[in-house]
């Protein structure tokens, strides 16, 4: 059988991604879903797509059995909560929400209704992310027992120090935006994906910047700029995260795995290509092949295509839960609160 997939929005991530999908093996892309009409039917000429609708249309949709979200922040719990209702199978960008109630919630409506719900991390999917999993967890691994994670997600998103913010929305507090839930979410997943754990203890600080030309004037659309975060995770290792969409140059997209006798540099680590080991004097590089680039989104298509036919869903439910927490956890700790 073959899943019948809609993209919900029509911005760069849903552009980026729809293709990979309809290379999946089950998975076909239908129909693209946007606010208007023209919008739609646009994006959907572009693409490729032999259907297009509104938001509202797609829940009437007799012939869409998944839907993938590709909606700012804020309406990701909201649209995964209606899609749900409307008997649709989500895939929902990251984060999926970022309260453990929230989260718990979802997952019961999912479960209730008999449908599957997933957090789009595509990383997890990838053949190195499993390698990593190893270097972290096994007991002869080439870098020796993990002693501690450094991962970065430090870059500039549409120019942050210049006009080009004034339009994005994820400098908008109002739509969830943020380092923390547009980027930090990666590294913190990371750690929690490659250790098995949730962290026991926790640190975080953040930069706030207020740069969106929304409505508001006087501040409160700030959101943080940069963030770090730091702690321990039950077993002991240590994490030391940081993540920024202000970068006034360049950009530095990476993992450490540090062990006590080598560490493990996993460069672009949310679409792998290799990862050096080095350990013992000399740097071994294991390549990815088709594993990067694109490569997860298609991967991902394919495992969630295989969890509405029964399989376990990757990330599962709970894994997803406790991410939400972890960011619940942060935010507090940086003192950022949304609307409503």
Not at 172 to 185: E, K, T, Y
Not at 230 to 236: E, F, I, Y
Request: charged share 25%.
């Amino acid at each position: 059988m073959t899943l019948r997939f809609a993209i919900m929005g029509t911005g760069r991530i849903a552009g980026k991604v729809a293709p990979c999908i309809a290379e999946a093996e089950g998975c076909d892309v239908t129909v693209a879903a946007s606010r208007s009409h023209e919008r739609g039917h646009e994006f959907a000429s572009e693409i490729g797509i032999p259907h297009a609708c509104t938001y509202d249309d797609l829940l009437e949709c007799d012939d869409v059995d998944a839907v993938y979200v590709t909606l700012p922040n804020n309406d990701h719990p909201v649209w995964s909560e209606k899609l749900l209702k409307a008997g649709k199978h989500v895939l929902c960008e990251k984060p999926l929400c970022w309260t453990r109630a929230e989260a718990e919630r979802l997952f019961t409506l999912a479960a209730d209704r008999g449908l599957v719900l997933v957090e789009a991390f595509m990383y997890v999917h990838s053949p190195l992310t499993a390698e990593a999993v190893r270097l972290a967890r096994t007991s002869d691994s080439p870098i020796g027992s993990l002693r501690r994670i450094e991962a970065r997600f430090d870059i500039s998103i549409e120019d942050g120090h210049k006009a080009g913010a004034k339009s994005n929305v994820r400098y908008s507090r109002a739509l969830a935006g943020g380092s923390v839930m547009d980027l930090g979410c990666y590294p913190l997943s990371y750690v929690r994906h490659l250790t098995g754990e949730t962290p026991a203890s926790l640190e975080a600080g953040a930069e706030m910047v207020d740069l969106f030309g929304g409505s508001r004037s006087d501040g409160s659309d700030a959101v943080d700029g940069r963030a770090w975060m730091r702690g321990a995770m039950p077993s002991g290792v240590e994490f030391d995260l940081t993540c920024s969409m202000v970068e006034p140059s360049g950009h530095l997209v990476e993992a450490r795995l540090i062990g006590k006798r080598g560490e493990a540099v996993v460069r672009d680590f949310p679409r792998p290509a290799k990862i050096e080991i080095i350990a013992g004097g000399e740097t071994r590089v294991i390549g990815a092949g088709k594993a990067g680039g694109l490569a997860p989104y298609t991967l991902q298509a394919e495992s969630f295509a295989r969890a509405v036919g029964g399989a376990e869903p990757i990330p599962s439910p709970a894994w997803s839960i406790e991410q939400a927490g972890v960011i619940e956890r942060v935010l507090g700790l940086i003192g950022l609160k949304f609307d409503g």
